[in-house]
T-cell receptor
Framework: KQEVTQIPAALSVPEGENLVLNCSFT??????LQWFRQDPGKGLTSLLL?????REQTSGRLNASLDKSSGRSTLYIAASQPGDSATYLC????????FGAGTRLTVKP | GAGVSQTPSNKVTEKGKYVELRCDPI?????LYWYRQSLGQGPEFLIY????????DSGLPNDRFFAVRPEGSVSTLKIQRTERGDSAVYLC?????????????FGPGTRLTVL
């Protein structure tokens, strides 16, 4: 059974810092990996989707990498802003989506 | 419609009652997913529809849970004889074809509280 782990569980940084969120998974036979953002009391918003054949995807200040062989992905956020405060979830798809528990990010002004 | 919608946004019920949760996917999306999210956890997969049929229902926890999508659009998640442990946020998502290639778009969820 696929297990998805996210480290750290919570992170607090001052505005402007660059930061890295980590995701690891146990079964490397995946179709894709997605990073989502979840604001309190809201649904999930997809940030980046990396297909299994890809190594990274970029969108604005966000960059996600995928190393399937080692079962790892990172989400890099550049020049963090208070509006980035949210919970970030990673999910892997191998026949059904498995989510990590998320990293709760707080960016202080 | 603009996105995935779910109704009701909140549902409070008593132990043993029957509840129905509704999901309206994005128009034209053939794939529809239901998840359950407990406090402090990531969403847990329940069931996946491709068109009208349940392509994968392996995540349904027991036979008290059932979902339908009779016309390949709106879906209803049905929970019989609710238990306190069923309390969670139930999320619905849709994608154009299937999640192996397409982004899933999530609704805001229904918060179910079983007293």
């Amino acid at each position: 059974k696929q297990e998805v782990t996210q480290i750290p569980a919570a992170l607090s940084v001052p505005e402007g810092e660059n930061l890295v969120l980590n995701c690891s998974f146990t079964d490397s036979a995946i179709y894709n990996l997605q990073w989502f953002r979840q604001d309190p009391g809201k649904g999930l918003t997809s940030l980046l989707l990396i297909q299994s054949s890809q190594r990274e995807q970029t969108s604005g200040r966000l960059n996600a990498s995928l190393d399937k062989s080692s079962g790892r992905s990172t989400l890099y956020i550049a020049a963090s802003q208070p509006g980035d405060s949210a919970t970030y979830l990673c999910a892997v798809d191998n026949n059904d989506m498995r989510f990590g528990a998320g990293t709760r990010l707080t960016v202080k002004p | 419609g603009a996105g995935v919608s779910q109704t009701p946004s909140n549902k409070v019920t008593e132990k043993g009652k029957y509840v129905e949760l509704r999901c309206d996917p994005i128009s034209g999306h053939t794939a529809l997913y239901w998840y359950r999210q407990s406090l402090g956890q990531g969403p847990e997969f329940l069931i996946y529809f491709q068109g009208t049929g349940a392509a994968d229902d392996s995540g349904l926890p027991n036979d008290r849970f059932f979902a339908v999508r009779p016309e390949g659009s709106v879906s209803t998640l049905k929970i019989q004889r609710t238990e306190r442990g069923d309390s969670a946020v139930y999320l619905c998502a849709s994608s154009l074809r299937d999640s192996s290639t397409d982004t899933q778009y999530f609704g805001p969820g229904t918060r179910l509280t079983v007293l």
